[in-house]
């Protein structure tokens, strides 16, 4: 993808030493993030069948709750299994061994619907050009969040029908070599990062729409064969649900702040939360770091943000103060729609990195 926009941006300057430790990758480390959260979505399915294969009229009123409670923490955790583990597998930087990021990724690819292919080319352009207007595709302005009201909670704590439609329609389309529809990215974007000149690119799309759909359609066949319909909502749709803490995770990212500027601190948010969320979402709380230093390992992103917090903005501590602040913000841009959050930064002399630097970090594997 060729783009005319040119951009130096703002690094905080970190000691070689410290970097050089921050950009080791471990297996072990990874195998605990990607594997555990595998065996959770095993477990929450399991436990959700069970309790289904159980029910009958005369312990509905108990068992019913049961089967609604496991869905809701399987769609819990495999809605960050998309957007967000394949996010981090597409960087190639959770494992030290390629084969174990390639062999994961397709995994949770598969699983979640989730094209890795436009995503990655996506992806590595976003890292260039961080909300910046009309090269930003990932993050389209103006960026507010319609969070209010009856059908967004409705939406996050069951599904979004046109959501699941979308992105089921798209992988269908693709994988006829068709690639026109919206799916996870507008189709507009689509056509920018991969290209009809890009033959490779696309061909590596189409096929592996062919494995996600002829996958799903055999397993789903499969399960209603053997009475297991059930199963179609475990798996085969079991990443379209339940998406609130996802959303309520990922939401803060860049929402509310500016846009065309080349410092992420002004235009990416960093908050702090507890474990189960920083696991879930694969660290991705500290996103002013992953930003400025792509080629940091996720697990690593804590101790990045140490080295380098004296250059920082200060970080909101927890989800709920987050959207307390997220709330006052999007309320004053409501009655001042040009208006944005410029957070204080610390007065040092940062480092530079250009564009090129960004696309070779966030590409590398």
């Known amino acids: 993808m060729t783009e005319s926009l040119k951009i130096t941006w703002y690094r905080c300057k970190v000691d070689r030493a410290v970097m050089s430790e921050l950009m080791k990758r471990s297996d072990a480390r990874a195998f605990l993030q990607a594997g555990g959260q595998l065996l959770i979505y ?18 509905w009123p108990w068992m019913l709750p049961l089967v609604l409670l496991a869905l809701f923490a399987h769609g819990t955790n495999a809605s960050f299994m998309g957007g967000i583990a394949c996010h981090e597998l597409c960087h190639k930087t959770p494992f030290a061994t390629q084969f174990w990021n390639s062999a994961f990724l397709r995994i949770y690819a598969f699983l979640t619907w989730f094209d890795p292919v436009g995503y990655r080319a996506s992806h590595i352009r976003h890292h260039q050009v961080t909300v910046h207007k009309d090269h930003d595709g990932e993050i389209v302005q103006p960026l507010g969040l319609d969070w209010h009201g009856f059908w967004f909670a409705l939406k996050a704590f069951t599904c979004d029908p046109a959501w699941i439609w979308k992105n089921v329609r798209f992988m269908f389309s693709a994988a006829g070599g068709d690639l026109t529809h919206d799916g996870f990215f507008r189709s507009a974007w689509l056509q920018r990062v991969v290209p009809e000149t890009d033959a490779k690119a696309r061909r590596e799309l189409i096929h592996w729409a062919r494995i996600v759909v002829i996958g799903h359609l055999a397993l789903a066949t499969l399960f209603v064969l053997t009475g297991q ?3 179609i909502l475990v798996v085969n749709l079991g990443t379209f649900y ?18 065309d500027v ?15 969320p920083a696991f ?3 660290n991705m709380q500290y996103h002013v770091e992953y930003h400025m230093f792509p080629a940091v390992p996720f697990y690593n992103l ?19 103060a987050t959207w307390c602040d997220l709330q ?24 530079r990195a250009d564009d090129a630097t960004l696309l070779d970090e966030a590409a590398r594997g």
């Open 242 to 259: 339940c998406g609130w803490l996802v959303t309520l995770c990922g939401a803060p990212q860049h929402v509310g702040l500016a846009s």
């Open 42 to 59: 095993a477990l929450t399915g399991t436990l959700a069948w069970l309790a289904w294969r159980h029910l009958d009229a005369a312990n």
């Open 302 to 320: 804590p101790r990045l943000r140490a080295a380098i917090a004296h250059d920082l903005p200060p970080a909101t501590h927890g989800l709920w």
């Open 280 to 282: 879930l979402y694969w």
């Open 328 to 351: 006052s913000i999007l309320k004053r841009q409501r009655a001042e729609p040009g208006w944005f959050f410029q957070p204080p930064l610390p007065q040092n002399d940062g480092d």
């Open 262 to 276: 080349n410092d992420f601190r002004l235009n990416t948010r960093t908050y702090t939360c507890g474990p189960i």
């Open 229 to 231: 319909w059930f199963l």
